[in-house]
């Protein structure tokens, strides 16, 4: 069966560590893999998009990689604030069409 | 900046009974979507919409749910009976033309929270 899961539910980490998520899936074979932020009560927000050919993509303290052959992405925060606290989602896009498919997200905590 | 806007923020509905989200998105954007949370899950894709048509359609968008692009600016999900299973966070997004192949970031509003009693 078709399957994305990202690592723990939640992850605890100290101010100014670098946050590793990870997102896994099985039986796809997405043409991009998106990242999003969402935030208690609200929509999600569109953070980082890697395609299939890119090995790592980078935006501010924000880096992905994407790795097909492990069919894994590890979304990265580095120097990490109390502000970065939220939820993060994968998502994947299947093909040519837009319709994303969302992993069950991360609850990541910085800790000042 | 310009953002995606829904209304309700809260519907509260009878089951059996119609209800209409709605949706105004980002002003320039062609392709539209509509996506669904349970509470405790995963975001979960409904339709997308393309000039004036459905463009993709989950197995969970059946012949109870429609979209409906009334007029330039509002983006409508209708279902038409409603169930106890339908109470869920509901997201409208958005995005732009593609470049290229290329995917471009959906934008999503704050969501409509349906409870269905």
């Known amino acids: 069966s078709q399957k994305i899961e990202q690592n723990s539910e939640a992850l605890n980490i100290q101010e100014g560590k670098t946050a590793t998520l990870t997102c896994n899936y099985t039986n796809y074979s997405p043409a991009y893999l998106q990242w999003y932020r969402q935030d208690p009560g609200r929509g999600p927000v569109f953070l980082l998009l890697?395609?299939?050919?890119?090995k790592e993509k980078r935006k501010e303290r924000l880096k992905v990689t994407f790795d097909t052959t492990l069919k894994q992405s590890l979304f990265h925060i580095t120097a990490s604030q109390p502000a970065d606290s939220a939820t993060y989602l994968c998502a994947l896009n299947l093909g040519a069409g837009n319709m994303l498919t969302f992993g069950g997200g991360t609850r990541l905590m910085v800790k000042p | 900046e310009p953002e995606v806007t829904q209304t309700p923020s809260h519907q509260v509905t009878q089951m059996g009974q119609e209800v209409i989200l709605r949706c105004v998105p980002i002003?320039?954007?062609?392709?539209f979507y509509w996506y669904r949370q349970i509470l405790g899950q995963k975001v979960e894709f409904l339709v997308s919409f393309y000039n004036n048509e459905i463009s993709e359609k989950s197995e969970i968008f059946d012949d109870q749910f429609s979209v409906e692009r009334p007029d330039g600016s509002n983006f409508t999900l209708k279902i038409r009976s409603t169930k106890l299973e339908d109470s869920a966070m509901y997201f409208c997004?958005?995005?732009?033309?593609?470049?290229?192949?290329?995917?471009?970031?959906?934008?999503f509003g704050d969501g409509t929270r349906l409870s269905i009693l």
């Open positions: 997004a958005s995005s732009a033309r593609e470049s290229g192949l290329v995917p471009t970031p959906q934008h």
């Open positions: 890697i395609r299939e050919n890119e």
């Open positions: 002003s320039n954007h062609l392709y």
